[in-house]
């Protein structure tokens, strides 16, 4: 068994490497990566520091064909075509009567990202009339050069570094959003991870993440072997190390899930017959949860 930080990086870089790319071309991983942006702009939009979510089941078409739409904050001030608001006081560049006069660009992070799904959701997502600049970090140097490759933007671009690292490989960054898609389970020391990010975010920027609600997929062995660190996350243990790293108006929406249709599930199982290493073959049946906090 894996016990050591420096053993789950090792295992996650072996369990994400180039053969694990086309993977996050597959529908149920970009509704995912759609999903979690959604919540990411919604959390906290309707006035409630904690809540269930008030929708449970989103079905993988749904997001995929119409999760965020508005890129024209000056004609909705929706979210999206499933009926959610902007938080704006997170992502104030969806404030209508914000001008966009500021010279500087929203600086977000996409922690752990992977070959881009959730900064490409971000994209599709977030206005044109406004500036921002993403840089999305990993482990995974395979992971990485899928990103630069698929995401090809102004003011993006993806970088392989290891934060949890004895040097502050982020030097003096500052981002005003950052965000963690799930991905809090693969890391075993999350309290040395939440505190790296809040070091990193701009005095009232925001952390949020979005993992399980509730057991993972895997546990013991199996879940080791594909770096797993966490076979358990709850919000509340996620809202707690938030506060020891000093964030606060902390923000919890859970219980909510991707549900797929009889086609995608018999295709899931078509899939784990050919590779039994499928990683996340009935992500459906399990609810996720989002966490917010502010430096």
């Not at 970088?159 to 005003?176: C, P, S, Y």
Request: charged share 30%; proline share 3%.
């Amino acid at each position: 068994m894996a016990d050591s930080t420096q053993d789950f990086k090792e295992l996650n870089r072996k369990a994400w490497n180039k053969e694990a790319v086309p993977r996050f071309e597959l529908p149920e991983f970009k509704a995912l990566s759609k999903l979690s942006v959604l919540k990411y702009l919604t959390i906290g939009s309707n006035g409630q520091s904690a809540s269930l979510s008030d929708k449970e089941a989103y079905t993988v078409d749904e997001i995929n064909k119409s999760c965020v739409e508005n890129r024209s904050i000056k004609a909705k001030e929706e979210a999206s075509a499933l009926g959610n608001k902007v938080n704006t006081d997170i992502w104030c560049i969806f404030d209508k009567d914000d001008k966009g006069t500021s010279e500087e660009p929203l600086e977000i992070l996409d922690f752990a990202c992977g070959p881009g799904n959730v900064t490409l959701a971000l994209l599709d997502s977030l206005p044109l009339e406004k500036s921002y600049r993403i840089t999305g970090i990993d482990l995974s140097e395979d992971f990485v050069d899928a990103y630069n490759k698929r995401v090809d933007f102004p003011n993006v671009h993806a970088e392989a570094l290891d934060i949890l690292g004895k040097e502050d490989v982020l030097k003096n960054r500052k981002f005003d959003i950052a965000v963690c898609t799930m991905s809090l389970h693969h890391i075993s020391d999350l309290e040395l991870l939440c505190k790296r990010i809040a070091t990193h975010l701009k005095k009232g920027g925001w952390f949020l993440a979005m993992d399980f609600d509730g057991h993972a997929i895997f546990s013991g062995k199996e879940a080791v072997k594909r770096g797993i660190a966490h076979s358990t996350l709850e919000p509340e243990k996620i809202t707690n190390l938030f506060e020891k790293a000093g964030l606060s108006q902390i923000l919890v929406e859970r219980g909510f899930r991707l549900e797929y249709s009889k086609e995608q599930k018999l295709t899931i199982a078509q899939r784990k017959e050919v590779n039994p290493e499928e990683h996340h073959p009935d992500l459906g049946k399990k609810k996720l949860c989002i966490v917010a906090g502010r430096k």
